[in-house]
């Protein structure tokens, strides 16, 4: 059992460039969610999703664009990248919304240049 | 607007006790997580918390009172390995996480 995995774990991108950050849970979770850590600052939430083919924006969906075809893939694609996207970015999944827990994949450090 | 107020930085003994406090308001209340981040590693859960009172796990255990909007984390017998950032976050009305900034735990021999 892999839990959440992501890739890269680090990245640099110029002004302008466009990725993907890969997400994939085999946990069989309902629920994922991309989030973005600045230092000092707690956790915002970018995008969730409550299941395959269901997307819905959270607190700084700006620039960010997801898609979730399977359970298992949550991908965050990012266009015309800025400098105010440098940060770390997290992918979580849980069971469902509620009281579960999030797990947590080990993150992708990302600088815009 | 919703907040979550905990102390940036505390500074602990090895074998010390330790509460770190945290504070919330939020639209609505599904409950309080808390959760320690090691430096460049992951979030991994610690706590839930939904109803009022003390939950115990181990060494570590957490308090909540809905009222007063107040949470703490308390680490007993502090080990090295403790040294890491703790986060509160609470559910709010719409099954979101509010995530306080973090509390960076410093251990000394």
């Known amino acids: 059992n892999a839990g959440v995995t992501q890739t890269p774990k680090f990245r640099i991108l110029k002004i302008g460039q466009s990725m993907t950050l890969q997400c994939t849970q085999d946990?069989?979770?309902?629920?994922m969610y991309w989030y973005r850590q600045d230092p000092g600052m707690g956790l915002k939430l970018i995008y969730y999703s409550v299941g395959a083919g269901i997307t819905d924006k959270g607190e700084v969906p700006n620039g960010y664009n997801v898609s979730r075809s399977t359970t298992e893939d949550f991908p965050l694609r990012l266009e015309l990248a800025a400098p105010s996207q440098t940060s770390v970015y997290f992918c979580?999944?849980?069971?469902?919304?509620?009281?579960?827990?999030?797990?947590f994949g080990p993150g992708t450090r990302l600088t815009v240049t | 607007g919703q907040n979550i107020d905990q102390p940036t930085e505390m500074t602990a003994t090895e074998g010390a006790i330790v509460q770190i406090n945290c504070t919330y308001q939020t639209s609505g209340f599904n409950g309080l997580f808390w959760y320690q981040q090691h430096a460049g590693e992951a979030p991994t859960f610690l706590s839930y918390n939904v109803l009022d009172g003390l939950e115990e796990k181990g060494r570590f255990s957490s308090f909540l009172s809905r009222s007063k909007g107040y949470s703490y984390l308390l680490l007993k017998e502090l080990q090295m390995k403790d040294s890491a950032s703790y986060l509160c976050a609470v559910l709010d009305s719409n099954y979101q996480l509010i995530w306080g900034a973090g509390t960076k735990l410093i251990i000394k021999p």
């Open positions: 946990m069989n979770h309902n629920y």
């Open positions: 979580a999944s849980s069971y469902r919304e509620s009281s579960y827990e999030q797990y």
